[in-house]
């Protein structure tokens, strides 16, 4: 659930944050090779956000994220589980295409992400689905592979902001390999409930539970001695 600013105030932000990334020049090799800044495409009030990986061919082209067999495979993905590109927002780590579709360097990331960061806040999403190694690796400022955290949920931070971050498989990396499109059509069945369940909690008790008081030791017995505390910086032993 959006909080805060109104639609129509979030809508204006996200064009001025648009036009900013549209007048970058921080990385000259994507400036030189680049047609179009693509910043992203899709519904200012998601409640699902999508951040792929960077912009191809296509996308430089037509200025929009996910238009091409990769964008296909995500439209199929979304009408299975009854939505459509209509009803999501979708960006990418980087708004330039890397020349010959080269992986994106770190400090392409680093110049490019305070952009990305602005429209997850902005859009203010339930769930933020990053698609691919790079976007989670950036998100979830970690460097565990897609492989082994595909499809766990965790709450992240964003600004003022907080969503559940889910990392899947990038499309592409499901376009010809069976068992990574199985377990990309699995991971994204559970979205719809994940939107149902609604947004976590602004809270930080939501992340940081208050520790529990520790409870008081047992009275001694009749007739026996209490255990001595440990003298100060007396060795401690772990009996589990």
Same mark, same amino acid.
Not at 30 to 59: H, I, K, T, W
């Given at each position: 659930?959006?909080?805060?600013?109104?639609?129509? %105030?979030?809508?204006?932000? !996200?064009?001025? !944050? =648009?036009?900013?990334?549209?007048? =970058?020049?921080?990385?000259?090799?994507?400036?030189?090779?680049?047609?179009?800044?693509?910043? +992203?495409?899709?519904?200012?009030? *998601?409640?699902?956000?999508?951040?792929?990986?960077?912009?191809?061919?296509?996308?430089?082209? $037509?200025?929009?994220?996910?238009?091409?067999?990769? +964008?296909? !495979?995500?439209?199929?993905?979304?009408?299975?589980?009854?939505?459509?590109? $209509?009803?999501?927002?979708? *960006?990418?780590?980087?708004?330039?295409?890397?020349?010959?579709?080269?992986?994106?360097?770190?400090?392409?990331?680093? #110049? =490019?992400? &305070?952009?990305?960061?602005?429209?997850?806040?902005?859009?203010?999403?339930?769930?933020?689905?990053?698609?691919?190694n790079f976007a989670t690796?950036?998100?979830?400022?970690? $460097?565990?592979?897609?492989?082994?955290? &595909?499809?766990?949920?965790?709450?992240?931070?964003?600004?003022?902001?907080?969503?559940?971050?889910?990392? @899947?498989? &990038?499309? *592409?990396?499901?376009?010809?390999?069976?068992? #990574?499109? %199985? !377990?990309?059509?699995?991971?994204?069945?559970?979205?719809?409930?994940?939107?149902?369940?609604?947004?976590?909690?602004?809270?930080?008790? @939501?992340?940081?539970?208050?520790?529990?008081?520790?409870?008081?030791?047992?009275?001694?017995?009749?007739?026996?001695?209490? #255990?001595?505390?440990?003298?100060?910086?007396?060795?401690?032993?772990?009996?589990?």
């Open positions: 659930m959006n909080t805060g600013a109104s639609s129509e %105030e979030r809508a204006i932000a !996200l064009e001025s !944050l =648009c036009a900013q990334a549209s007048g =970058c020049e921080l990385c000259p090799q994507l400036v030189a090779s680049r047609s179009q800044v693509v910043f +992203g495409s899709g519904n200012a009030d *998601a409640q699902l956000m999508f951040v792929g990986e960077a912009p191809g061919a296509s996308e430089d082209r $037509d200025g929009v994220p996910f238009v091409g067999a990769s +964008g296909k !495979l995500l439209g199929d993905l979304l009408t299975g589980i009854g939505t459509s590109r $209509d009803e999501v927002y979708i *960006a990418n780590v980087l708004k330039c295409r890397p020349p010959e579709n080269r992986d994106p360097r770190s400090d392409e990331i680093a #110049n =490019c992400s &305070h952009f990305l960061r602005g429209q997850i806040e902005l859009v203010a999403p339930v769930v933020v689905v990053t698609l691919g690796k950036l998100l979830r400022e970690d $460097d565990e592979g897609i492989t082994a955290i &595909h499809g766990q949920v965790e709450l992240r931070s964003f600004g003022q902001r907080t969503a559940w971050l889910y990392p @899947v498989f &990038h499309p *592409a990396a499901a376009l010809y390999r069976r068992p #990574n499109l %199985e !377990l990309l059509r699995e991971d994204f069945a559970r979205l719809p409930q994940m939107i149902a369940d609604g947004a976590p909690q602004q809270a930080a008790a @939501v992340v940081l539970k208050a520790e529990p008081e520790p409870a008081p030791a047992p009275a001694p017995a009749p007739g026996q001695e209490p #255990n001595p505390a440990p003298e100060a910086g007396a060795p401690q032993l772990d009996l589990f």
